[in-house]
Every structure is written in C-alpha cells, then in structure tokens.
C-alpha cells in the first residue's frame, strides 16, 4: 500500500469525526447536570436555608450567692503533746488510744511513793524549825521586858531578835519546799489540759518518765470544735474584711474533688500578712464538726460566702460566647432565626451568669450548638427537657 492511500486517509477522517461527537456528547451532560442541580447548597426545604438544631435555656430572675473559693488544709483546735513534769516510773495509764476525754480526766500515773516521802521529811524539817522559832520569839518577848528593866543589854536584845528572824526565815522556806513536794506529788497524776482524743500512745507502763524526753506520753487532739487554715488572691481579701464589718461570714468545706460538702462554719480571722511568693493571704475558719468529717492536715476545699445577690437576671454559663466586641449570647427571635446580643456579664456563679444589660426575663437564649450559628440562621429547639433537669440540679441550694 502507497503512503497516500485513499483508505488510510479515510480511516484518519473517520476517527477524528468520532472524538469530535465524544467530546460534543459530554459538553452537552455537564451543562444539563449543572441546569438540574442547581439546588446542591440547598436544603431540605424547597431552596430555604439550613436549619440548625439547637439547645436553649430561659433567661430567669433569682439570687445568686457570690463565692470565693479556695483551698484549705484542716487544723485541729487545739493540740496538746502530753509530758511528764517529774521524772518516775509510768505506774498507770487509764485511757485508750482514741478514746476521747475530757479536760482534767486522769491519763496516766506516776509512781507516787517517792514524793510521799519526800513529803512527809519535808514537812518534819518543818515541824523541827516552826518549834524552834516559837522558842526564840518567847525569848524574844522576855529580853523586851529585861532590856526595859536594865537587867540586859542592847546587844543582847538585838541578838536575840535576830535568831527570831532567822527561824522565820527557814520555817518559810521550809513551807516552800513542802508545796514544791506537794505539787510533785500533784504532777504524778497527768490528766488531760484539754478535751479532745487520744492519739497512738508513745510510751508503756513500767518505763522511766523524765520532764525532759522530748516525745511526751500522748498526744490529744481537740476536734470539736476544729479549724481549717485557707488561703485567697490578695486582691479579694478586701472585700472579704469589709463584709466581716456587717457580720459573720458562713464558709463551707467540700471533699478534695469539690463535689461533697462536708461541713459548714464560719470565718473568724484574716492573717495579718500576704504571702510575697504566691500573693495570697491566709484566713482561718472554724467549725463544730459534730460528726466528725474534718480531721487534722485533711485537704478540702473552702468557699466563702460574701453576700447573696436579689433578683438577677440569669442564664446559663454555657450560653454566654465571648468575641472581639465582647461577650453576647445567641437568642432566638419568634421566627425561629437566631439574632446575636451583645451582653453585659454582671458575675459568674457555678453554672450560672448574672446578665446586667443585652438579655430580659423570658428570654431564649442558646445553650449549645452556638458553632454553627450565625444571625438570621433558622434553627430548630431540640427537646430541652434533660438539659433543664441538669440545670435545676445544678442550682444553688437544691
């Protein structure tokens, strides 16, 4: 076959033609796909916008507590490491470890018997000087009567009232060492200063007791009532002392995950410093603890109680956004759009916010799904039931 065949020429026009109505045909497609589909970045609605579903809350009028919290370590009231005075032998000890007692109940007993004796040589030293003095004041009174009658000299006068005052000097100081000794014999009874519990006995019965060991007997730990040391931001302990002026202030302590409220008190004193290193002060709060929740060096967390706001407007913590012009909330308007409000947040408690300006009583306001949310968006109100029962347990004083 010739290069310029007629068939192969035929064959070149032929294929040319198809790839011409291939490339026709798919034109044709796409332009009649794009005319059909034009509704893509609609929704479900006949052409109208995306609707959102959404979770929304009702602006409420109620009191609010204002709190500062902070975290404290408990204190016990009063603690006590029980020594001995005397030196002797530990001869009883009546308690129990964890035994709670009261102040002047016997805790333990020294042997007595050497301060008995101690006692009684001591009173007989007495005895001996009390007769001698007697003796030298009779004769005192006779050499008054022989000095006035001439019969002796001064000297003699004065030298006998002297040895008077000797013996009144040792009698005194004889009766001194007989209450020295009777205040030993006292100590060898050792009861309790305080009220409170026994901890873990530090030494048995039948061992030397000295006035010097360093550990003591036992040790009492008064925790009714008990103490708890915390501590807050420099910037709000005026504020705190302020509202001390009009009364007391109630505090309560919560379990270390701040969910358990376990006891109830009140402030008594602020610390008379900050500390410079972490910028905080430390206050001091008591509590009756009558059934025993608080215990010594137990952590917990503190939240006082300043003052409790009347009648704000209310909305959820979870509804308020915050954005370059500041904070607002989502509400929804009765077409079912959503509108942005600017918002002006009084102060935050727990899952609440006080709202000053931007939100009304009856307000509906957005709790979730604020993300996909721009104004004039439709949106539809999921079944808020579950969030409300969550809410009201959430409530202060439910």
């Known amino acids: 076959m010739s290069k310029h065949s007629p068939y192969s020429l035929a064959g070149r026009i032929l294929t040319c033609a198809c790839m011409a109505l291939t490339l026709s045909s ?8 794009q005319k059909s589909g034009g509704g893509g970045g609609k929704g479900g609605h006949g052409g109208g ?4 579903p959404v979770a929304v809350a009702k602006a409420e009028v109620r009191d609010l507590p204002v709190l500062l919290n902070g975290l404290g ?11 001995s005075r005397i030196d002797g032998q530990l001869v009883q000890v009546p308690v129990k470890e964890g035994q709670e007692v009261k102040q002047g109940e016997l805790l333990a007993e020294i042997d007595p018997r050497p301060y008995q004796v101690q006692l009684s040589q001591a009173e007989a030293t007495l005895f001996k000087d009390q007769a001698a003095l007697k003796d030298a004041r009779l004769n005192l009174d006779r050499f008054q009567q022989l000095y006035k009658d001439g019969v002796i000299s001064k000297q003699q006068l004065d030298t006998q009232g002297s040895l008077e005052a000797q013996l009144d000097g040792a009698v005194r100081a004889d009766q001194a060492q007989v209450d020295t000794v009777k205040l030993n014999l006292a100590y060898t009874r050792v009861t309790a200063p305080v009220s409170g519990r026994i901890g873990l006995r530090q030494i048995d019965v039948g061992n030397m007791v000295h006035a010097s060991d360093p550990n003591g007997l036992l040790v009492i730990t008064q925790l009714q009532p008990i103490a708890v040391i915390f501590n807050l931001p420099q910037d709000n302990l005026q504020a705190v002392s302020q509202h001390m002026r009009n009364g007391k202030l109630s505090v309560e302590a919560y379990s270390r995950d701040d969910q358990t409220k376990l006891a109830t008190g009140s402030l008594t004193t602020i610390d008379n ?3 410079a290193t972490t910028g905080t002060g ?3 709060a008591v509590f009756e603890n009558r059934d025993r929740s608080l215990w ?14 009347k009648n704000n407007t209310v909305v959820p913590a979870a509804a308020i956004q915050r954005g370059p012009q500041g904070t ?6 009765s077409d079912n759009t959503a509108e942005m409000r600017p918002v002006t947040v009084a102060f935050t408690e727990g899952n609440f916010a006080a709202i000053s300006q931007g939100v009304s009583p009856g307000d509906n306001v957005v709790t979730d799904g604020q993300d996909k949310l ?5 949106v539809e109100i999921r079944d808020g039931r579950q969030q409300n029962g969550q809410r009201r347990a959430a409530e202060p004083g439910q």
């Open 26 to 33: 798919c034109g044709t497609n796409a332009d009649s796909k």
């Open 282 to 284: 430390k206050l001091k």
């Open 374 to 378: 721009q104004p004039g968006t439709h």
């Open 328 to 333: 607002y909330v989502f509400g929804i308007k």
């Open 73 to 83: 370590s408990v204190d016990a009231f009063n603690t006590v490491a029980v020594k």
């Open 296 to 309: 010594p060096n137990q952590f917990v967390n503190v939240h006082l109680l300043l003052e409790v706001r």
């Open 273 to 275: 410093q900050i500390d």
């Open 49 to 52: 916008q995306m609707t959102i």
